[in-house]
T-cell receptor, first 112, second 114 residues
Framework: GQQLNQSPQSMFIQEGEDVSMNCTSS?????WLWYKQEPGEGPVLLIA?????ELTSNGRLTAQFGITRKDSFLNISASIPSDVGIYFC????????????FGQGTILTVHP | GAGVSQSPSNKVTEKGKDVELRCDPI?????LYWYRQSLGQGLEFLIY????????KSGLPSDRFSAERTGGSVSTLTIQRTQQEDSAVYLC????????????FGSGTRLTVV
C-alpha cells in the first residue's frame, strides 16, 4: 500500500542534542499526525496538524504542516533518554473516516 | 475497558495453520481499525469497521485474511493457511466516529510463522 517517505530511518544522538525528522508524500493530506511507539506498545499520538503551514508545539516537540500539504517535519529539542523510540508520521485524507497512511518510522536512540 | 486490549500478545504458529487475533476496543468507540506492522516498516492499513460493518477492507492482503466484528465491540482478525510473510505485529485501534485524533492503539499481537 501507499506509504509516506520518512527520513532519516534511524538516528543516534547524545542527550541534550536537537533532533529533526521529516516526511514527504506524492499525495496531498488534509491532516498530518506524528506518533511515538515504544517497544511492545502501540503508537501514541504526539502532535496533530490540521492546516497547511501550521506550526504546533507540544513541550519540547515542534511540528509543521508543509504549505503544499505534501510534507511535514518534527523537531525534538534538548533530547533526553526517554525520547528513545520509533517516531512515525501519518497522513489523513481522502476518506471520511480515520484511515491513516504511515511513514516507515525513524528509530531514535539517545545516549546519556 | 480503559484501553484497547489485544490478545494474544504473542503467537507462534506453524506455516499452514489458521490463527485468530482478538481486539477489544474502548467501550463506546464505534470505529475500529486493524493495521499490520512488518519489521522495519510503518503501519499498513488492513480494514476499517464502523459498528459491525466493514466499509473499507481494501488493505487485506489476500483472501486468506478476514475479519469480523460483533456487537459493535470485539473484533477478530483471522488468517488462514498462514505463510511466513504473514509474520508481523498486528495492531488494532479504536476511536469515536470521525475522530481520528482520538485513535487509541492496542499493544498489538506479534505473530511469528515458522
Amino acid at each position: 500500500g501507499q506509504q509516506l517517505n520518512q527520513s532519516p530511518q534511524s538516528m543516534f544522538i547524545q542527550e541534550g542534542e536537537d533532533v529533526s525528522m521529516n516526511c514527504t508524500s506524492s499525495s496531498i493530506f488534509n491532516t498530518w499526525l506524528w506518533y511515538k511507539q515504544e517497544p511492545g506498545e502501540g503508537p501514541v499520538l504526539l502532535i496533530a496538524l490540521y492546516k497547511a503551514g501550521e506550526l504546533t508545539s507540544n513541550g519540547r516537540l515542534t511540528a509543521q504542516f508543509g504549505i503544499t500539504r505534501k510534507d511535514s517535519f518534527l523537531n525534538i529539542s534538548a533530547s533526553i533518554p526517554s525520547d528513545v523510540g520509533i517516531y512515525f508520521c501519518a497522513g489523513l485524507g481522502g476518506t471520511s473516516y480515520g484511515k491513516l497512511t504511515f511513514g516507515q518510522g525513524t528509530i531514535l536512540t539517545v545516549h546519556p | 475497558g480503559a484501553g484497547v486490549s489485544q490478545s494474544p500478545s504473542n503467537k507462534v504458529t506453524e506455516k499452514g495453520k489458521d490463527v485468530e487475533l482478538r481486539c477489544d476496543p474502548i467501550s463506546g468507540h464505534t470505529a475500529l481499525y486493524w493495521y499490520r506492522q512488518s519489521l522495519g516498516q510503518g503501519l499498513e492499513f488492513l480494514i476499517y469497521f464502523q459498528g459491525n460493518s466493514a466499509p473499507d477492507k481494501s488493505g487485506l492482503p489476500s483472501d486468506r485474511f478476514s475479519a469480523e466484528r460483533t456487537g459493535g465491540s470485539v473484533s477478530t482478525l483471522t488468517i488462514q493457511r498462514t505463510q511466513q510473510e504473514d509474520s508481523a505485529v498486528y495492531l488494532c485501534a479504536s476511536s469515536f466516529l470521525q475522530d481520528p485524533y482520538g485513535y487509541t492503539f492496542g499493544s498489538g499481537t506479534r505473530l511469528t510463522v515458522v
